[in-house]
């Protein structure tokens, strides 16, 4: 690699102060580091320092996002020749994948990255390796089906309004990723919402729906159902939800035609965003981070916990006033593969930056956002999915939440040395 | 005896461990006293070029607190006082006549025998530490500073286990040179109503002290920062306010003030250690306060290249240093490390099978590969703070350091009093800027934080 490290050496001048590539010295900068660890020195003690940056930290939720892309990819295909009825191969469908996600992804890191170097350029500073993680999500939270100037349209959003406005990495309120996709599902609600758009060149034929998971077992409360047998248990075993949903369903008032089985919402293959799926996915990826450190494994199960605590309550609430809403009667171990539950909770709750900053914080925080994605994915059945608002909400509280912790340290600490 | 188990931290084992054998260095011509070894001070040189000096002669005082001496450490005259800018005193050389002739203590002639030192007073104590240039010795937190001379501690901390890099082994200083420990810890009884808190390490026995009342022994165990004074005060007896002090001084300190009431001598020597992956002779040294470090290279027939970084002190806390300067009064270890001219290719995206971490972010970890680092590379470029919480995991102290710093960052003074500014000191937060991923430097703003409250008071 010595050729690279001499030409790097060699142009190096020409974007030094006074010279005339000047401005695009961010740029230079960027491409020296990525190609070759940083040349800088410690200048204060301590003189020796740890082998881990923020490269490597960002690199790492890469990595283990990777098995929900490659999921991801051939689930776009899978589910292209399950609706077009075109028997695929398991290579065609990666292929079909491809064509897909491939455009997404070339395009949110074409729009993303010119905005990083704008901002880089522009500020003076160094271009931050946060986008690498924030490009890498945002396609694997959109629809396969959505445009692709949506997508660059909520890039920007994502990125200028999401973090750079702030400052940059290390200063944004609300997680990038997400600020897109709530852009993209405010600003153009039929590109992500609705029967059709969750799976990729869906045959417009009349009739045909293949729903998220969510959505089919959501749904406005159906009317002239009956509930029988609300006991604890066939809530915990799932009856109680089918049954509402299959009442529905009789009706004609609820959607149907998909696979509702706990293992088939576990491995993934049904219709969603295209890399949130799979539970399995995540779960590689989850393993990943949080041996890592780089995932705080406090907010992973506390959101989960939030998650079962809240699912219970709303079934006696529901229970005990009749509610005729499936949701109300959705046991824990099925919110916990439908949606995007657990991709949100390991890749975008943990986010440091706009997560809480204490340690006990971290856990009220992270049973906000499991209350508030059930609350959302149940209550109000016009957003199925939860899981973004949720997040976004406890992103917003988490400085609160800070408040209250720093509050009751410092109190601990004056009563401590009263004594 | 209490015991503290601090589980927090992690004691970084550097290469070229100095060996267990006192190597004692000849006196040096020139001997290089630098007054800004001595925090927030403002010196006034109380003598002129080619004026004669004797061992305990004052050369200079500091203007915010006169009465504190800082005296000769030999004999011979003053040959140069290098001046900085705006005549800043960078430092005062002296020739050494090595003859070591002593300056008389006036006030120790007042004879007093030996079993009688606890009943001194503290009056006539401080005068005749002072009066010996032993007062700047003495510590106090918060602000690592020389104490006032009028001011009293509510108790003196005496720390035997260092835990960071290449630390001197106190008992073993101690088995080469007691002489006045007792006397050293029953004088400075004299200064404080509390406690005297001698705190051992894991396995060290505490009989040395023994029937010595105001003296109480702590046990600390666990990894770096775990032999810091900074730990020890933050369990043993924190400090609250600004006015809250604690003193502290080492071992070999003690010792010195107690040679003074046996004999009045005065001690200029100290014990040392030297070592690192970039030192060939790693050992235990006793140099003359002030010996410049090219002396001492010289004597060992060390060769000293462009390639190898000086430390005075560790390189957790330590300060860049060159052969021309002589060690930081306080410091009581040199380091020696290399320079790394090596960038490896694409570095953040490989496993890393033996790169230095922390962390659980690299392979080497895995491979328990991961302990050596010999180098001041940075590893990675300066970054906003992205809380990953590892800060947390190297400060075994009851404090919010994210919230710490941003609070200095930001020069809320309100804020950093509540959360325990005055607790704090450099060296403690050492591990913090070492493990931080956006390459935070973390120790260097606790410094600043300190610094601008000690302005603002």
Request: hydrophobic fraction near 40%.
């Amino acid at each position: 690699m010595n050729f690279i490290r001499k030409f790097l050496q060699k142009i190096e001048p020409q974007f030094n102060k006074g010279a005339k590539l000047e401005k695009l010295y961010p740029l230079f900068e960027a491409m020296d580091t990525f190609l070759f660890t940083p040349n800088d020195r410690a200048k204060t003690a301590p003189f020796i320092r740890d082998s881990i940056d923020l490269k490597r930290t960002m690199i790492l939720v890469v990595m283990a996002l990777i098995p929900c892309l490659l999921f991801g990819i051939y689930n776009v295909g899978h589910q292209y020749s399950y609706y077009n009825n075109l028997n695929y191969t398991f290579f065609a469908k990666i292929v079909e994948g491809l064509k897909c996600v491939l455009p997404i992804y070339m395009v949110v890191f074409t729009v993303g990255g010119l905005c990083e170097v704008l901002f880089s350029v522009i500020r003076k500073h160094e271009i931050n390796e946060g986008f690498l993680v924030t490009g890498f999500l945002i396609p694997l939270i959109m629809p396969p089906s959505i445009p692709l100037w949506v997508v660059a349209l909520s890039t920007v959003f994502g990125v200028i309004i999401g973090k750079e406005i702030f400052g940059g990495t290390g200063f944004n309120i609300f997680n990038p990723a997400l600020t897109a996709r709530v852009f993209a599902f405010f600003a153009y609600p039929t590109t992500m919402s609705g029967d059709t758009v969750w799976v990729w060149k869906m045959p417009q034929t009349d009739g045909l729906s293949a729903a998220t998971s969510l959505l089919s077992s959501a749904r406005e409360s159906v009317n002239n159902v009956v509930i029988q047998n609300n006991t604890l248990f066939n809530f915990l075993n799932g009856s109680l939800h089918n049954q509402v949903v299959q009442q529905g369903n009789n009706i004609g008032e609820a959607h149907s035609g998909i696979d509702l089985t706990w293992t088939s919402l576990f491995v993934g293959l049904v219709p969603g965003s295209i890399g949130e799926t799979s539970t399995i996915a995540v779960l590689l990826g989850l393993g990943l981070i949080v041996i890592t450190g780089v995932a705080s494994i406090r907010v992973i199960i506390s959101s989960f916990i939030g998650m079962v605590i809240t699912s219970f309550l709303l079934y006696f609430f529901g229970s005990a006033i009749g509610s005729t809403n499936p949701m109300m009667y959705l046991p824990p171990h099925y919110h916990f593969v439908m949606g995007s539950f657990m991709f949100g909770v390991v890749f975008m709750a943990t986010e440091p930056v706009t997560s809480t900053h204490t340690q006990q914080g971290k856990i009220i925080y992270g049973l906000l956002v499991g209350f508030m994605c059930v609350i959302i994915r149940s209550i109000n059945p016009a957003y199925p999915e939860g899981m973004m608002l949720g997040i976004l909400f406890a992103n917003a509280f988490a400085p609160l939440i800070d408040y209250y912790i720093v509050e009751k340290h410092v109190k601990e600490r004056q009563q401590r040395y009263a004594k | 005896m209490s015991n503290f188990k601090i589980t927090k931290g992690h004691t970084l084992i550097l290469n070229g461990i100095p060996e267990k054998k006192l190597i004692e260095i000849s006196s040096s011509d020139i001997i290089k006293i630098n007054p800004h070894d001595y925090k927030y001070i403002k010196p006034k040189v109380l003598l002129k070029i080619n004026d004669e000096v004797k061992v305990g002669t004052p050369i200079f005082i500091d203007k915010n607190d006169p009465d504190v001496m800082h005296v000769s450490p030999c004999s011979g005259k003053i040959e140069s006082i290098d001046y900085g800018d705006k005549r800043k005193i960078l430092s005062i050389n002296i020739i050494n006549d090595k003859k070591y002739d002593q300056i008389e203590l006036l006030e120790s002639k007042k004879l007093f025998s030996i079993s009688s030192i606890k009943d001194l007073g503290n009056n006539f104590t401080r005068k005749i530490i002072n009066e010996a240039g032993m007062w700047p010795l003495i510590r106090q937190r918060p602000f690592s500073k020389i104490p006032k001379f009028n001011s009293k501690p509510k108790s003196i901390f005496i720390s035997m286990n260092p835990t960071y890099p290449l630390a001197p082994d106190q008992l073993f200083i101690l088995e080469n040179d007691s002489l006045g420990f007792v006397e050293g810890l029953d004088a400075i009884s004299n200064l404080t109503e509390g406690d005297i808190n001698l705190i051992l390490g894991k396995g060290q026995d505490p009989s040395l002290v023994e029937n010595l009342d105001k003296v109480k022994t702590h046990s600390f165990s666990g990894p770096h920062p775990s032999g810091n004074v900074g730990i020890h005060i933050h369990y043993v007896d924190p400090i609250v306010s600004k006015d809250d002090t604690v003193w502290y001084l080492s071992p070999q300190d003690v010792c010195k003030i107690g040679k003074i009431f046996i004999d009045f001598k005065i001690d200029t020597t100290k014990t040392i250690t030297m070592g690192g992956p970039g030192c060939q002779k790693p050992s235990y040294l006793k140099i003359v306060l002030g010996t410049k470090l090219e002396h001492i290279f010289n004597e060992l027939e060390l060769v000293i290249d462009e390639n190898k970084i000086l430390i005075s002190g560790d390189v957790l806390s330590g300060k860049y240093t060159n052969a021309l300067e002589s060690l930081n009064v306080y410091h009581e270890c040199l380091s020696i490390i290399k320079k790394s001219e090596s960038r490896s290719f694409l570095g953040w995206m490989l496993p890393g099978f033996s790169n230095f971490t922390l962390t659980n972010v690299y392979i080497s970890k895995l491979l328990k590969n991961n302990t050596t680092a010999n180098h001041n590379m940075l590893n990675g470029s300066k970054r906003a703070i992205v809380p990953l919480g590892l800060w947390e995991k190297v400060l075994p102290m009851n404090l919010l350091p994210n919230f710490l710093i941003r609070s200095i960052l930001c020069g809320d003074i309100e804020d950093m009093e509540r959360l325990g500014i005055y607790e704090c000191s450099e060296e403690d937060f050492a591990l913090c800027s070492l493990i931080c991923q956006s390459k935070i430097e973390v120790s260097q703003i606790i410094q600043d934080g300190l610094d601008l409250m000690y302005l603002e008071g």
